[in-house]
Structure formats: structure tokens, C-alpha cells
């Protein structure tokens, strides 16, 4: 069944917030370009209106932080086989493009940009070595037919195209404009099922393993983080952005930039601003109201781009900062947080912290 959206307004009387269509899809389209966060916090426009080698135009183009494209179709009033069978012909277009193809799609449609400046604007890292080594799919529709769900998740599920769907609905209210967004498939178990596919030239992602990079620092203390069970990362939103990604029930491997991994927990609550983060020692109390050793924990706490944020985590196992575990080969990332792929540094960690698998 296509996925229902709901919202109600309950400070006075019960009242549903009803949707309507958004002026034209051509509105959407810009809103997204412009505000690409929306879709996904982790991508970057690289173009709109595209066009292939066969003729037909990609509604946006996009890249992630690790130099995989995302090619973005509006569903407009396109039947499944359409907007299927087209999203299919522009990966085939898609999956062959090289570092240079990229840039100069980037530079022709964003005209006196460079597009390696542009991606370390938006991701603080310069682009990887080799970009498009993998692709993935996405329908962008207010609603969806049962014939296009059962495509899609047939695909998906069944053979590992990287395809997924998010709607996305518009609501106005006492003068408001609202857009609300639901995926049809979890992002975190649409890639799962990519990632087994035959073609995909990443390792498998097991859907639960994540890398936490903690940089020490004035902001945050890994003593506090052992002693109230957290892991946090700000000071600017690309440091803090990536934390929202991590799901509540996941795991994460800790690490400390140029030292090692000196933890591993769950995920119990999703990142919140550090003002709003409470810890229990004998008394029920904020974060900053406790005794910490980091002592600029506060610093931006009112400003919501540049505050600390917080995940609470239940750890595992920790390790002082002095004893770290680090053997060559292990993965290492700038982000503050990613998915761990790297079978080798899960099955080390594993081992040396006497997790029972």
C-alpha cells in the first residue's frame, strides 16, 4: 500500500492540515535544487535538467560525500512504466561516467564554479580519487501508485537496483507552507539490499556498524563521554550534521583522530542540541549543569548550527584514551560519523574488545 502522510494541528481543536498540490512540479524541482538538504543533508546539486547521451534529461543530478551520484526523477504524471523504465536508462548513461565527465557536467551547468571547491564547501574534504563507483535511484513523487511501489521494492529487494522512492507532501496552513518527507524504503535497508548486489564495487554494509570520529577537544572530553554516555561532534553543521544519521538501535565503533578506537556502544536516542541533552548521576540534571572535563562543552549552545550536539549511547566497552586499539589497515574517516564497511576493522574490534558476536 503507497504510504499515507498525516498531519493534524492539536493546540486548539483537533483539525487535520490538509494537503494539496504544490503549484507545479517545477516548483518542487527548484526547492530541491536549492535546498538539496531536504532530500538528503549528505548531497550536493551537480546539475538539473541534465541531458544524457540518449537524448532524454535527468531532473537533478547529484553527488554525496563519497563521490556516488544520485540521479533524481520527478514522478510528475508519468505511469510505473515511465518513470521506471526512465530512471533505469539514465543509470545505464549514469554508470559509466568518469571524474572528468563529472566535472565538466558541474562546471557547464554551474558556470564559474570549480566543482572540487564546491565539494569541499559542502563536505570540508576534498572529493575522493575516484568518483561514481556507485549510483543509486530516486523517485520523487507526492503520492505513488501501488504499481509503481511494487516495481520499485521488487527491484530493490529482490535484485539489488539501488532505487528507492520519497514522498514528499504540501501542506499550507493560516498562511504556512509545509513540505513533509517519508522514504518508502528506510534509506539505511534500501542500501543493505544494494549492497548485495553483484556489481556493487563497495564492501557489504551489514546495517548496523557505525565509525564515530571524536575529536578531542576544548568542546568535548572522551572522560565525559565514558562516564555520562554520549559521543558528541559541532562547531559547525557539517561536523554535527552527520550525526543525525545514526539510528537509534545501531552500533558504533568510537575513534579518536590520530590515537584509535577507545569505544563501542548502541545508539539509545537520536543527536539533540547539547542544551537539551540530560544525564543521570544521583540527580536528574542537564549536561552542563554536571561535572565535566571538557570546558567549552557550552560554547554555541544557543546557536543551532553551531552548538555541540549529542547522541546518548549505552556503551559496550571502552578503553582510556592512553590504551586506544589500532592495528595498520584499520578505517580511518574525517566525518563524525559514517557507515562501517571495513570487514577487517569490525572483525579486529571484535576480537580485541571481547564482543560476543
Keep these: 500500500m503507497p504510504i499515507e502522510v498525516g498531519i493534524w494541528r492539536i493546540d486548539k481543536d483537533i483539525e487535520k492540515v490538509k494537503f494539496s498540490s504544490i503549484e507545479s512540479e ?33 531532473d537533478l543530478l547529484g553527488i554525496d560525500s563519497q563521490g556516488d551520484l544520485a540521479i533524481i526523477e520527478l514522478k510528475r504524471q508519468k505511469t510505473p512504466r515511465d518513470v521506471v523504465s526512465q530512471l ?19 562546471s ?28 543509486r535511484l530516486i523517485v520523487v513523487s507526492s503520492e505513488l501508485d501501488n504499481s509503481t511501489e511494487r516495481i520499485i521494492d521488487y527491484l530493490s529487494a529482490g535484485f539489488g537496483v539501488p532505487i528507492n522512492a520519497v514522498f514528499f507532501r504540501y501542506f499550507e496552513d493560516n498562511g504556512g507552507e509545509y513540505l513533509s518527507r517519508t522514504w ?33 577537544s ?29 539510528p537509534v538501535g545501531g552500533r558504533v565503533f568510537v575513534c579518536v583522530p590520530k590515537n584509535g578506537y577507545v569505544g563501542v556502544g548502541i545508539v539509545k536516542e537520536k543527536a539533540v542540541r547539547v542544551k537539551d541533552f540530560r544525564v543521570s548521576t544521583n540527580l536528574d540534571l542537564p549536561i552542563l549543569e554536571a561535572d565535566l572535563t571538557a570546558p567549552k562543552m557550552d560554547e554555541n549552545a544557543d546557536n543551532e ?22 592495528e595498520k589497515g584499520m578505517f580511518a574517516n574525517q566525518n563524525s560519523a559514517c557507515k562501517l564497511r571495513n570487514k577487517f576493522t569490525i572483525e579486529r574490534l571484535s576480537a580485541l574488545f571481547n564482543l560476543d558476536e
Design 26 to 58: 517545477e516548483k518542487l524541482e527548484t526547492v530541491l535544487q536549492d535546498h538539496i538538504e531536504l532530500l538528503d543533508p549528505d548531497l550536493m546539486v551537480i546539475a538539473r535538467q541534465q541531458q544524457t547521451a540518449f537524448g532524454k534529461f535527468i
Design 88 to 106: 533505469l536508462d539514465y543509470a545505464s548513461w549514469a554508470q559509466n561516467l568518469t571524474y572528468e565527465d563529472i566535472t565538466t557536467i558541474y
Design 108 to 135: 557547464e551547468n554551474n558556470p564559474g564554479k570549480i566543482f572540487e571547491q564546491e565539494f569541499f564547501e559542502q563536505f570540508d574534504t576534498d572529493p575522493p580519487e575516484r568518483l561514481n563507483e556507485n549510483h
Design 184 to 216: 518508502l524504503i528506510d534509506p539505511n535497508q534500501a542500501e543493505v539490499q544494494t549492497s548485495k548486489a553483484p556489481r556493487s564495487k563497495k564492501e557489504v554494509w551489514n546495517g548496523r556498524d557505525w565509525y564515530v570520529s571524536l575529536g578531542v
Design 218 to 246: 576544548p568542546h568535548r572530553a572522551w572522560e565525559d563521554c565514558q562516564k555520562y554516555g554520549f559521543i558528541s561532534a559541532g562547531q559547525g553543521k557539517w561536523y554535527s550534521n552527520t550525526l543525525h544519521h545514526l
Design 305 to 326: 548550527e553551531l552548538s555541540e550536539y549529542l547522541v546518548r549511547i549505552d556503551w559496550i566497552k571502552t578503553a582510556p584514551l592512553d590504551q586506544p586499539i589500532w
